[in-house]
């Protein structure tokens, strides 16, 4: 038999491509060039290629609605509206992301620690600290994790899928750990991090194990058939799907698989926060997206109770305790667990608008969890009173009382990020909430759109009583006098103002985007 070459859609490829090239680039870089100039370098090319990468999805954007979609290398992805446009959003947020990621305050300093490596304390630490090094492999990382965020939508089998998970979860733990200040909170957050996003993987691949046993195929399409011609209950094809779905409903952290949430949130560097809590849930819930749609619909008396019973814990766990909070990042934390538990309630509705529904509030939470995140890394502790040395960022509430007054600009634009996902309206907020109940009225679910309402409802009180404590509290005699917001080089606010910019857009003038959603919602299998 003569060899016949694969035929590979490398103009599907490309976006992907030159992500993850460039971020393997990026590692050449921190070996061959020199010091002096790594920084701009290693900047220009993690721009260049996620700008690239949104130019490249536009085309192909074009191929695809006008074919409809199509499989690639052998079905190990699918390239159809849905993946496409979640890469567009994953490439525009990781744009944004990188901007705040590589901002400097006015004294130089970034948000990561100059060696990853140092004791935290010791003198190396000291002294990396005195010869201004920088970490600059946090732009390689953030580009591999990035391409593995933009693969793990469009999969098409169950191990591209793993392969995927991996690409984009080691990167987010060593970042998570390189945090110039609190550095052995920060380390503490890349362990949990790591150890439970082990036991995540673990459950994942077990169910792979079981699906493929099942089917005798890794790819979804297969597995899908092969699903349609069970009679009756199979307590294998049962025990490795929810186990794949564990596993995903811990990236997203859906409860009971949140615990690492909070502790990583609060201890990561606050940009790679951002980028983390934004792009990894919605690669993830892309894939939750393309699994439940795919194999569950004969499964759905057996598979979505138990979801449905995920999405209310999720969303009255995440709100009660983020009541609760003091800190900021942990508040926000525990708002994320909320919205995917919201997520959810689309996602299970079992019809194309909950398709549409998801991947617009995947937008609309993502632009306002990295305007978010930004503003509080400008947000800074002050030591012994004013005027004294900036130290790292003011997380805790009352040190953000009166910000409304001293920086009016940035506390409207924080308050417009809380006031979306509070699901205020003419925020994207909430278009993102209404569309999402609204999939699950048309599923036949409208018990669980009252609990989502209940569960927002409730959840505007620490979103306005932060918003109360920039405006209408005064800071004299408080933590508040002890905080500044730092100057910049404006990275960050370039991507404060194109947040806040979206997020108004998609509030106010939302049909366009929901139209191109809704004429998108087909999966290709």
């Known amino acids: 038999m003569s060899f016949v070459s694969p035929e590979i859609a490398w103009s599907y490829l490309a976006p992907v491509a030159l992500v993850l090239g460039a971020g393997v680039v990026g590692v050449l870089v921190e070996a061959f060039v020199p010091a002096r100039v790594r920084r701009v370098v290693q900047l220009s090319l993690a721009l260049a290629a996620t700008a690239g990468a949104v130019v490249l999805l536009a085309l192909v954007w074009t191929e695809v609605d006008a074919s409809g979609g199509t499989v690639v290398l052998g079905g190990a992805m699918v390239m159809d509206a849905p993946s ?76 591209t899928l793993f392969v995927a998970l991996e690409v984009l979860s080691l990167p987010l733990y060593l970042l998570s750990g390189l ?80 615990a690492w949430t909070p502790d990583v949130y609060q201890g990561a560097p606050t940009p790679i926060t951002g980028f983390m809590a934004a792009c990894t849930k919605i690669a993830s819930f892309g894939v939750l ?42 508040m926000l934390a525990y708002s994320s667990i909320a919205h995917a538990g919201f997520l959810l309630v689309g996602v299970t509705s079992m019809t194309s608008t909950g398709i549409s529904g998801t991947i617009f509030y995947l937008l609309a939470y993502g632009l306002a969890t990295v305007g978010a995140f930004a503003v509080v890394t400008l947000v800074r502790e002050v030591n012994e009173g004013p005027g004294g040395p900036v130290m790292a960022e003011a997380t805790s509430l009352t040190q953000w009382t009166g910000l409304g007054r001293r920086s009016p600009a940035l506390a409207l634009a924080f308050t417009l990020f809380l006031l979306s996902f509070a699901g205020i309206p003419l925020t994207a907020g909430f278009i993102g909430k209404f569309e999402v109940f609204t999939a699950a009225v048309d599923g036949g679910h409208a018990w669980l759109a009252v609990v989502g309402v209940v569960a927002s409802a409730a959840a505007v009180f620490f979103y306005v009583r932060l918003v109360v404590l920039m405006f209408f509290t005064e800071s004299a005699g408080t933590a508040g006098e002890r905080t500044t917001v730092v100057r910049s080089e404006g990275m960050t606010a370039v991507a404060i103002g194109v947040a806040v910019i979206g997020t108004l857009l998609l509030g106010i003038v939302p049909s366009p985007v929901l139209q191109l959603l809704s004429d998108a919602a087909i999966l290709v299998r």
Do not use: C, N
Not at 301 to 306: E, G, R, V
């Open 84 to 159: 496409v446009l979640l890469q567009g959003v994953l490439a525009v947020l990781g744009f944004l992301a990188l901007l705040v990621i590589a901002d400097r305050s006015e004294t130089g300093e970034d948000a990561f620690t100059p060696s990853g490596a140092a004791v935290p304390g010791s003198e190396y630490e000291a002294m990396a600290t005195r010869r201004g090094l920088v970490q600059t492999e946090v732009f390689p990382l953030t580009l591999l994790a990035l391409g593995g965020m933009m693969i793990f939508p469009a999969a098409g089998d169950l191990l």
């Open 179 to 258: 945090a110039r200040r609190r550095r052995l909170l920060s380390q503490e957050a890349s362990l949990k991090y790591f150890l439970l996003g082990a036991f995540a993987s673990a459950f994942l691949l077990f169910g792979i194990a079981l699906l493929y046993g099942f089917s005798g195929s890794l790819r979804l399409s297969e597995i899908a058939e092969a699903i349609g011609t069970v009679s009756g209950l199979d307590p294998m094809l049962l025990a490795g799907l929810m186990l794949v779905i564990v596993g995903l409903l811990f990236k997203v952290g859906a409860v009971p698989f949140h």
């Open 289 to 330: 997206v393309r699994l439940v749609y795919v194999l569950v619909p004969p499964l759905q008396w057996d598979i979505l109770p138990a979801l449905w019973g995920v999405a209310v814990l999720t969303m009255a766990v995440g709100t009660v305790v983020a009541i609760v909070q003091t800190d900021v990042k942990r």
